[in-house]
């Protein structure tokens, strides 16, 4: 948004001002716009993950025109990118619990339990992301890759059945997930309209209800 405004909607000037190129500007709009419509549409098509395809150097050189943009980008490490994401990967391994049903298998991830405060913390060093967390995780998807490649189901099975068993520890923490599970969140969205010259917008309230109206106001056949 810093750089919209600074540029006034002008990509073509802003291409030229930092000498990144249409090309690249254009990646970074498409990862921009990618993930503000994942914010739009968060509660309805899950917790994406998007990164722009273009090198570091382009984006400095495009949040170079901005001092709001270039501060937020300095405060971004790359540590910390590989921190976040496995950390990430504890998390969504427990969200996976959620839904386990006692005859498939999920994957399993290290978490701590805490029964007296019925909680569940996920921990990950990272002093070892690099070293050995990445190692590991390429090897696993190389493994299923190679076996999809090669359409090696039963070799395949094996592999992954074996990583995502569920056993007496984890439906623990699934108990734990279960009993804090959060109800159903809606994203209603909000619909504009003219009255005269002017553009106003309306909202709904976040229920089953209100995106009804919200689609129903729309007046789309």
């Known amino acids: 948004m810093d750089l919209y405004n ?3 909607g002008n990509w073509e000037q802003l291409a030229t001002k930092t ?3 249409i090309l690249l500007l254009d990646e970074f709009l498409d990862y921009a716009a990618r993930f503000l419509s994942n914010i739009g549409n968060y509660f309805g098509s899950g917790d994406q993950k998007f990164t722009p395809d273009i090198s570091g150097e382009a984006l ?3 949040a170079s025109v901005s001092s709001s943009a270039s501060k937020i ?3 971004i490490k790359p540590d910390d990118i590989a921190y976040n994401m496995y950390l990430q990967l504890g998390v969504d391994g427990l969200r996976g619990l959620e839904n ?3 005859t498939t298998k999920i994957l399993e991830q290290a978490h701590s339990r805490d029964v007296e405060k019925n909680s569940l913390t996920v921990k990950v060093d990272r002093s070892r992301v690099i070293s ?4 590991s995780l390429g090897r696993m998807l190389l493994k299923l890759h190679i076996y999809r ?3 090696d189901v039963s070799n395949c099975r094996r592999f992954y059945e074996n990583l995502s068993i569920v056993d007496d520890e984890a439906l623990k923490w699934r108990d734990i997930l279960v009993s804090k599970k959060d109800p159903p969140l809606v994203f209603s969205q909000a619909n504009t309209y003219l009255v005269g010259d002017d553009v106003k917008i309306k909202e709904y309230e976040p229920t089953a209800q ?3 109206q919200s689609w129903a106001e729309r007046s789309i056949e």
């Open 19 to 21: 000498g990144v190129g």
């Open 73 to 75: 980008l300095e405060q």
């Open 132 to 135: 050995h967390g990445k190692p």
């Open 100 to 102: 386990y049903d006692p």
């Open 6 to 8: 600074t540029c006034e």
């Open 60 to 62: 400095n050189f495009l």
């Open 210 to 212: 209100g995106v009804v």
């Open 149 to 151: 490649c090669t359409a």
